[in-house]
Antibody, heavy 121, light 107 residues
């Protein structure tokens, strides 16, 4: 069974950092691009970042560019999101999502259950 | 960034109704559009890819159409489990973007 399990969320003060992780199983991780998508409480979906199968192509939403860094470790079947200089508007449920192919210009066919990030002093 | 405008933002419908949701892109995106639905407290679920491709396991009452800038999601006969929020998403270019959502409620 294809499974994505996020971790690393929590309560953090504005300006501080947090690192999210996503553990993948049930598929050949290094064959597929991966994404992070977030959803603020009561709001819609917002794409955050995506990374191709070999990390050769990476993209970010304008709202996080320069503050967030996506990376992956194919040997560990894991995806990460390093979030620096966190703001109140970054508070959301963060989903890890798999693309159906190796490139980044794709939709998301499998989603994790998400990990919650709360930014508050 | 490409903006996606969904309409309506919400609608009320009855079981058995035919429901149509539209998604308009601020610039042409070919057929690089997907549709998802999300029930409260649940993970988004892929319904349609490449504007009209039905994802495996998704009931055939769901269909998608369109290309360029105008797209449509149709539910031919609304079922109780279809009451949810629906999102379109473009993957033609970075940054990827989602529409604002359409909430389908019970009439």
């Amino acid at each position: 069974e294809v499974q994505l399990v996020e971790s690393g969320g929590g309560l953090v003060q504005p300006g501080r950092s947090l690192r999210l992780s996503c553990a993948a199983s049930g598929f050949t991780f290094d064959d597929y691009a991966m994404h992070w998508v977030r959803q603020a409480p009561g709001k819609g979906l917002e794409w955050v970042s995506g990374i191709s199968w070999n990390s050769g192509s990476i993209g970010y939403a304008d709202s996080v560019k320069g503050r967030f860094t996506i990376c992956r470790d194919n040997a560990k079947n894991s995806l990460y999101l390093q979030m620096n200089s966190l703001r109140a508007e970054d508070m959301a449920l963060y989903y890890c999502a798999k693309a159906p192919g190796p490139g980044v210009h794709y939709y998301m066919d499998v989603w994790g259950k998400g990990t919650t990030v709360t930014v508050s002093s | 960034a490409i903006q996606l405008t969904q309409s309506p933002s919400s609608l009320s419908a009855s079981v058995g109704d035919r429901v149509t949701i539209t998604c308009r892109a601020s610039q042409a995106i070919s057929s690089a559009l997907a549709w998802y639905h999300q029930k409260p407290g649940k993970t988004p679920n892929l319904l349609i890819y490449d504007a009209s491709g039905l994802e495996s396991g998704v009931p055939s009452r769901f269909s998608g159409s369109g290309s360029g800038t105008d797209f449509t999601l149709t539910i031919s006969s609304l079922q109780p489990e279809d009451f949810a929020t629906y999102y379109c998403q473009q993957f033609n270019s970075y940054p990827l973007t989602f529409g604002g959502g359409t909430k389908v409620e019970i009439k």
